[in-house]
């Protein structure tokens, strides 16, 4: 039964990325602290923060409608990952753990956005 954001695994699952994102950009050379730094986290907290609000609005279509946003922040971040990868920023065996865990969590969203068609 779920009586809140917070009892969705696909929320508590981009939490954990948010935690993931954040270690990880710590590592970033400072000259990205204002580029891909600042970008990849305003992408992630998008993530759990849309689950959350489309929730709360309590109607179907503003619920999709924020999950595709979700969505659209989480393939956001996957691309900055790539990038950050490409750049050396990044270990292929760190960023590839993380791409695992946003396919997971895009399949999720895509799950629940299906079920409420």
């Known amino acids: 039964m779920v009586s809140s954001y917070k009892d969705l695994l696909v929320w508590q699952r981009s939490m954990e990325l948010v935690e993931s994102i954040y270690k990880v ?3 970033l050379p400072a ?3 204002f580029g891909l730094v600042a970008q990849m986290r305003r992408s992630v907290v998008s993530i759990p923060s849309n689950i959350a609000e489309g929730y709360g609005r309590q109607a179907t279509g ?3 409608h924020h999950l595709s946003f979700s969505r659209g922040s989480l393939l956001e971040l996957e691309t900055q990952l790539l990038l ?3 750049l ?3 270990q292929k065996d760190e960023a590839d ?3 695992k ?4 969590i895009s399949k999720m969203i895509g799950s629940l956005i299906s ?3």
């Open 62 to 64: 503003e619920y999709r």
């Open 115 to 117: 079920k409420l068609s």
């Open 84 to 86: 950050c990868r490409r």
């Open 101 to 104: 865990e946003i396919g997971e």
């Open 88 to 90: 050396q920023h990044v």
């Open 31 to 33: 000259s990205e602290q």
């Open 25 to 27: 950009t710590a590592k």
């Open 97 to 99: 753990s993380v791409l």
